[in-house]
């Protein structure tokens, strides 16, 4: 069976570039390194907030990505991060460009 990039994008209101650094280094395993199965990362400031827009190539990874790390992190604490949890859009990707 063929997977298909899935994409997320989070939107959190009064976000700050500030709890963006701290939320990604406490998530990521590395600077400039992806988790593993994200293909894409984008996070910026936006209308309101903090958007963060990602694409895994599967929702599998997603999944797998959100349950074993992100989540238990969030819920955890992440001193100097997003302290509540964002508004979430999922997307069945229908075309990813280079």
């Not at 709890?19 to 280094?25: C, D, G, I, K, T």
């Not at 929702?59 to 997003?82: N, Y």
């Amino acid at each position: 069976m063929e997977t298909t990039p899935y994409g997320i994008v989070h939107f959190f209101p009064g976000g700050t570039k500030e709890q963006y650094e701290a939320s990604l280094a406490a998530v990521h395993p590395g600077e400039g390194r992806l988790p593993e199965g994200q293909i894409f990362h984008a996070g910026g400031s936006s209308e309101g907030g903090w958007t963060i827009m990602a694409v895994h190539d599967s929702k599998e990874s997603w999944e797998r990505f959100r349950d074993t790390i992100l989540m238990p992190r969030m819920q955890q604490g992440i001193e100097g991060g997003f302290t509540a949890l964002p508004e979430e859009t999922v997307i069945d990707l229908y075309k990813v460009l280079p």
